[in-house]
């Protein structure tokens, strides 16, 4: 392939949607935004490198998918609504097959969640997606990571471990099973959560490095700890049926790559939220309680923050 | 070194100065961020690779400094003010001395332009330095590719091709003249420049990938043709010293890297743009005109767009 960057984003450009708050979007030095009256900017910014945030032999699709989900996560777990979104793309070759596949990945998840490409770069190095993503969100109502209250219950969203799971079998040169697998690819990130939450829950983050450590973020922000039953950490089908009980705590205990909504609220929101999971069609499992102190422990057994961290 | 991530964003974070406009910064899922009523946002995004964009033995400092300043070069040629910025660091391994020499230069130059550190990540990978800059602009006088007039002057701020010739001196294995190595390592955004031309330009763009191919794309946009005078072209006096004329010539007319802002302006404007040149204190010269037509062509030979592709 020897396409020039030109038109790498001319292919790109090509499938951006429109949104009446983009004044000017790709091809000026900037794009021009109008941001809505009144309300916060929440914006992120994350980066996925191949072979260490993904397995180098990826689908270009999936990498496209990923590297917009995390950044949605991140936007979910501040209870913000998606806007805009920035991208740089580096190449080691202008290789047209694979943006082609990235994009497909990329515009099915931006397209679900009415997010609009703006602006960005393409570059040539080893292969590495950086995304920068806006939402917006009511002044006062954003799930911060430090409003967690002794007494509340500690939540968390869908299934936890199976991402970690997947992971693990790739580590092993093992086969991974396909419903792991595709949660590891195509997380799903919880935006729709996450803006119902805003008003409901007191602190929320998502589960990107670990439950627990995750969680430990939370409790250090807020100065409180947390106590977790293991029994209650949410599990799919396909990680009972894959594996034994033990590593399967740990996974849903540590693993990280979920990118569910893990959330604290005051026990007078149970209703709210078992109602909250039946219209939104996604299991919300309390799974412990804030409590005056430091740390998290599970089933009583106090953990230090062992989550993934990218220098361990 | 072994330190872990959050080691090193609290390097990082400790250098931050603070903003009123900045709700939230560093250290939650999201930075929340307050626009000001009625103006426009203006967003960029641009990622420096090792080896690509700048030599792998770049001081860490210069590198911290380039990669904020070509995305402040950005803001300046949409005239827009900077205000926040997210950064996205990715390293080969945790490495404290690298993060503070980066810090170093990468905050000099942000206080110089009152620009925010809000959030971003740090991940392992192949060094690289991508960031998103965030800026404000009034509705309307945003400095577009596409407000460019026929008969309008062509103008270019400060000196051309002094990074491109340390540049190839680099390529050729040759040691760098250090006044022109300086203006690869650390260039100058021109936001000031930008600001103050918000309604006097018709159509700008910085020189990145060199002013006939930039110069080109600014055409393009504006649906007109330029024609150059290389005479005029301004030149430093290292460059001067360093290469003769053919050469001189070939790199102010298709060497990037300068951030210099390129711009176009009725001939009415004359006057007040040598008032600005002074006060700013700040060469502009004006080096050409808008024509009816397509491409640029300077001293009457046609040159077909150029400049730096990425992929090439």
């Known amino acids: 392939m020897s396409e020039g960057e030109f038109d790498l984003i001319a292919r790109i450009r090509q499938r951006v949607a429109l949104r009446g708050d983009v004044a000017l979007g790709i091809g000026d030095d900037c794009a021009l935004l109008v941001p809505p009256p009144g309300m916060q900017l929440a914006v992120t910014m994350d980066t996925l490198n191949a072979g260490v945030h993904f397995p180098a032999d990826t689908a270009p699709a999936d990498i496209g998918w990923k590297a917009l989900a995390v950044n949605l996560s991140d936007l979910a777990a501040m209870g913000a609504q998606p806007a805009w979104c920035t991208l740089s793309l580096t190449l080691p070759q202008a290789d047209a097959a694979f943006v082609d596949g990235f994009c497909e990945g990329f515009f099915a998840l931006a397209r679900q969640h009415g997010i609009a490409l703006v602006g960005g770069d393409t570059t040539r190095g080893p292969l590495s997606v950086g995304i920068a993503a806006h939402g917006f969100v009511e002044p006062g109502r954003a799930l911060r990571r430090d409003g967690a209250r002794v007494g509340d219950d ?3 969203s869908g299934t936890l471990g199976d991402a970690a799971a997947a992971l693990a079998q790739w580590k092993a040169d093992a086969a991974m099973t396909p419903g792991l697998r595709a949660r590891l690819d195509r997380p799903t990130p919880r935006v729709e959560l996450g803006r ?30 947390a106590e977790l039953d293991a029994a209650a950490l949410p599990a799919s089908e396909s990680l009972r049926a894959t594996f034994d ?6 996974l849903q205990a540590t693993g990280g790559d979920d990118y569910e909504l893990c959330f604290t609220a005051p026990t007078t929101q149970r209703e709210a939220l078992e109602a909250l999971s039946r219209a939104l069609g996604l299991p919300l499992s309390r799974i412990g309680r804030i409590v005056e102190g430091r740390g998290v422990s599970c089933d009583g057994i106090g953990h230090a923050a062992s989550g993934y961290q990218h220098f361990a």
Chains 1, 2 share one sequence.
């Open 154 to 156: 500690v939540w968390v």
């Open 196 to 225: 119902a939450l805003a008003g409901l829950a007191g602190a929320c983050i998502d589960v990107s490095d670990g439950l627990l450590a995750d969680l430990a973020h939370l409790c250090r922000a807020s100065g409180v700890g």
């Open 245 to 250: 009980a033990d590593v399967r705590r740990a």
